[in-house]
Each structure stands twice: as structure tokens, then as C-alpha cells.
């Protein structure tokens, strides 16, 4: 029972990473990087999150092998030719739905290149438009009088 509990823990923990999924006999799915197990018998899988769980090969019905977001998004990044902007965009939304920070803001330095006024790209960077031009928006909370008050991100 305990391994249940272990297993829907790490249900919720993998799901940004969505690489190999392993199907369980219970009918609950586990999502991460699957390796073999330590010990005999078992199959361990790597989430999102770094936790590393170790499932008995009698509980698993099948893993199903995909690529990680990461390999994708290689993929998708090597396909695309210098210059366009519309499959640089797509990638960017396709990476941050994905939760591949750093590589949403490298995404979006690179729109900048080709277009500095792209608004989804200034606004992942954090920046806002204030008296017509772009601003990060830490700057313009300063020029405004305001402070952070105990890590408050709002302020």
C-alpha cells in the first residue's frame, strides 16, 4: 500500500517531464526517464523533479518509450533557419507550456534578434511597455517607489 502512495507522489512530480511512461498493472501511469533498476528486477525511473523510484517488474504491464521534451525541443530547434521568426514563436509557447524555462528565455533573446520589438519575446524577459518603449518591469517598480517587502514578487 505504501508504494501506492510513493507512486501517485511521483505521478504529480513527473508530470513536467514526460519522457518514457510506464504503465502499471494498477492502471496508474508513472512519466519519466526510465533506466534499469538497481536491483534485479526492478525498473527505476528518473522524474522531473531529480526523485529517483524503483518499481518491481511484476507491477509494470508495459513502458511505452518517448522522447523528453528536451530531445524535442532539439529537434525542433535544429530545424528551424536562421532568421524566421513565426517557428521561433511557436517553439518559444510549445517550450514554456512545457515548463523548459532556460530555454524559453534563450528562445526569446533569439526573437529579439530578428525583431527587438517582439512583444511575446519582451514580455518573457520580463519586460512592459511604459512612456512607449520597453522596460523591465523590476526597473519601472523602482522608478515607481516600489520595494519588495519580504520576498513579496508583487511588490
Known sequence: MRV????AGILLLSASLRADVIHLKNGMKLEGSVAEGTKKGT?????GE????????AEIERIEKKPSPID???????AIEP???????????WARDRQLHSRVKILARKILEVDPNDELARKELGYVV????WILESELKKKKGLVRFRDDAEA
Open 43 to 47: 525498473v527505476d525511473i528518473r522524474t
Open 83 to 93: 532568421g524566421e521568426l513565426e517557428p521561433l514563436s511557436d517553439l518559444l509557447v
Open 130 to 133: 511604459f512612456e512607449n518603449r
Open 72 to 78: 524535442e525541443y532539439e529537434s525542433r530547434w535544429k
Open 50 to 57: 531529480g526523485a529517483v523510484a524503483t518499481i518491481p517488474e
Open 4 to 7: 501506492h502512495f510513493v507512486l
